[in-house]
């Protein structure tokens, strides 16, 4: 019964990892092709995948800790799984490790893109300070506020 509980969290987890990965790299092609009209759609699902992903592990950390029999003090996945028979543990540690390699890959992605996302940014408020100085590096409304420098998207007037 704690195997097949286990799994079933486990194989959800790394559906929805499976799942991020895919939004997160519609993201990156909306990004590149500057493709801005479901970009903020595309975080607000993005965010409530990670509050999905956020309750599945909290889910699974309970069940992790509540294993029985855990020996010199270990608890967590592999006290569970060494308890098992071997080809339950076997099954239940590859998609573990799968798990854990997905996520990792996805972080990476994740970081990656924001590091792209946070360079282009700071490009583009270098550009303004030196092409505009009298703005002092402000950016204004077409009704004349100024407007704070965040992700949102920005049209340019092509002619100078």
Known sequence: MVFEKCRDILLKESELVQRI????????????????????????????????????????????????????????????????????????TAIYRSLKLETLRVRIAGEALMSYISEARSTIAGFFNIAFPDRGGKIYTPHGTPFSHDMRSMILNRRF
């Open 21 to 92: 990965a895919c939004l997160q790299n519609l993201i990156k092609e909306a990004v590149i092709s500057r493709d801005w009209t479901d970009f903020e759609n595309h975080f607000s699902a993005l965010k409530g995948m990670g509050e999905e992903f956020t309750a599945l592990e909290t889910e699974r950390e309970r069940l992790f800790s509540a294993s029985p029999g855990e020996e010199n003090g270990a608890s967590g996945f592999y006290a569970l799984a060494v308890q098992l028979p071997e080809l339950q543990r076997g099954e239940l």
